[in-house]
């Protein structure tokens, strides 16, 4: 936005008194923040002394990988730090007012107020036993800003503001009414309800569908232009934060990397690992020919359809899988991805329609398939915290697959697990002792894989396997399974909702909504238009790394066709 | 609504079957008993002639299943027997004895509830502070000390030494209210102290169970005071496994009266059931039994439905 049309903002705005005078003065400053977080007994130091300035009504964004410390910093600029961590140097000045001496009391009646907080999930930020106008007027109330009635009619203002449908109604109901972009839009709302001079987006759209997601990123860029509100904007995704922030900072592991202007920053990187963090999306495979029409496919869907309840969620669907090949399966949220890979391992037997391996139609239910067929297919998941048994070592996890369907024991059976951590690329006397809990999240994926090979399937469920992890280590990650693919002729079925992945690693792409395929095809063709209207909703609303990129498409697309508005026309 | 109405229709379903099997249990572990039930009532006098005709008096020359429905269809319609000791309708009995020990269990929850919930919302709210320690200390010394022994330390303290209260809990009908509670004070205040540590700590450990929680987290950003967050945010959404334990103690006021009601000479079910066991008064006995599996059925069924009714999921459907 240019300088003129900013300060025509203020003149209007209540603060117009002195805004040319204000809007030079630093809103935040912190200055060789340190901050401790607990580990077991002792204390140790997770942010390393970061400096920060932010002025009135500008945006800035925080970005790094996890671990990086961005929420961390980003809620010690409210004077809080989550239980277990403590500020251990440094200063935070707010507005003249320093946070880190301030008593607790002093930093409630600012928290709120004048500093306000956006969660990363919504769903689970919203009180589920409160309806939303409650929680909205909640601070108003409590910081005696404005009445409860008052409150109530700021809140439907900024809900039309946002454009949430149905403004006048839709704060009366309870958050398990209201959809994820909703009630992230429902957040933001709540944020301003006491018009703060600094809002903290904490991943706002971190956990939305990239079709929602641009809908949330053009409502808060509104709004926050609107108010006039300075921002902290944190994420790990690039292309969102070129889009939303007027300068970028990046973290590593605690560190200030460097900080500069959006535009600059994208063009000329100074520093090695921000090059690094610009190059991730790099890794892209060959797409492999398409098979023989005559081979038979390792795994194929024939007209399944499934129901959870009266609900039903697969639609008559159908593909199949190869050899060597990988199946991206896409869609967001909902659209029946993951049912379709509980039809295939036997876990929701189909109402309607069969899954046949190598030309053979399998058992419905999984009870009923033989061993060997049980061992022909396996998982791999999106969560490898969960995944893991946390009481089992790693030599455990890996070898029980391995007896159990290979029978090995003692001495081959250690030999054959060392094989297969060799395969993942973990050294087999350093983590065949440990435990998952002493493990990165990359590392945890591995053995996840490690675990599905064991049981030497010809076909791997990929589910979301990278979607929880960063990008650096997501590409190593896609770079294995790949290696892996070549050496033992495997075929991936790769659920994810990330375009990004599926153009690294697919040969041939399934797109999915609500329980139907829309589109099917070799992954060159689906990159190249003219798509499906729904394939095309979902690849252009994958955010690029150029900061006009999301003008460009408001200016194209128009506000009324983002987000849900645009779902329900693509289904026509 | 209607997703409501058919849950708490399947659980009254399933009380009822628990209250069907509780029967059968109660009436064939009667009927276990070695020898026959005429040789157990009569003791020493049975003589084979004594025995015989108490046996056809009794109607146990009948089959058992017979004499099974008999019993439950008319203790159905609220009619138990007669009692073996005095001839007189067990029912009869029971009436004045069952609304005594109602009324006691009622005053004891009415104190212990509140009381626990506030506390444990309290040590909640200053965790790990001395009070949270000391509520914790106490509640527990109360509930690992037999009620008999704690029943006689208050009757110590509050009946002989500092003469307060009525160490005998003599009720009578034609009381006032304000009588009858006076003269169960000490009773209640036993079981309280009984039943208040379960509560307490439950609605500490599910109200900071909570605290981690990232809508709790929210409310402290919105700069909420810490009341308002553990009783406004963390309670409402604590309430299922509260409520859960209050209607098992609630329960355990109820069938585990027996003890305190001797200790205080109180006319509950609970001393009848104690005086019918000693005199082998059968009907008597089933009849208290059935009542008390009836009264622990019922309020584990009360329990789920407030449980579920505290979910704003069920309660305000999409």
Redesign the interface.
Known sequence: MNETVMNEKKAVSEKAISAEEKSARLLLKIRGLRIEGRVDDSWLEIVHGVDLDLRRGEVLGLIGESGAGKSTIG?AA?G?T??GCRISGGTIEFDGMELTSSPEEDL??????RI??V?Q?AA???????RLIDQHT??PV??KIKTRRESEEDAMELYRRLRLPNPGEIGF??P??VSGGQLQRAMTA?AMSCRPDLIIFDEPTTALDVTTQIEVLAAIRDIVDQFDTAALYITHDLAVVAQMADRIKVLLKGDEVEEADTRSMLEAPREEYTRSLWAVRSFQRHQKPVPPADETPVIEVRNVSAAYGPVLVLDDVSFSIHRGRTVAVVGESGSGKSTAARCITGLLPPLSGEVLYNGTPLARHFRDRSKDQLRQAQMIYQMADTALNPKKRIGEIIGRPVSFYGGLRGAELKKRVDELLDQIELEPSQYYHRYPSELSGGQKQRVGIARALAAEPEFIICDEVTSALDQIVAEGILKLLDRLQNDLDLAYMFITHDLATVRAIADHVVVMKEGKVVEAGPKEDMFRPPHHAYTDLLLSSVPEMDPDWLDDLLAKRGVDNIGEAAQQKSAL | MIGIIKLVAKRLGFGLVTLFIVSLIIFWAVEALPGNLAEQVLGQAATPETVEALSKEMGLDRPAFVRYIDWLSSALQGDFGSSLANKRSVSEQLEPRFFNTMFLAGLAAAMSIPISIILGVLAALWRDSIFDRGANVVTLTSISSPEFFLGYILILFLAVQNPIFPSISNVSEGMTLGERTFATMLPAITLTLVVIAHMMRMTRAAIIALL????I?????????RW?IIV??AL??ALAPVINVVALNLAYLITGVVLVEIVFVYPGVGQLLVDSVQKRDFPVVQACCLIFAATYILLNLLADVGAILSN??LR?P?
């Open positions: 809620l409210m809080f989550r239980d409630r009646m600012l928290r709120g107020a306000a907080y969660a999930s689970a930020s919203f009180n589920p036993a409160h909640a601070a409590q910081h109901r309870y398990h009414q709540m | 981690a929680s990232p809508y987290e929210m409310a402290r950003l919105k700069g909420e005071p308002k406004v945010h409402p959404n704003p999921r305000h999409k």
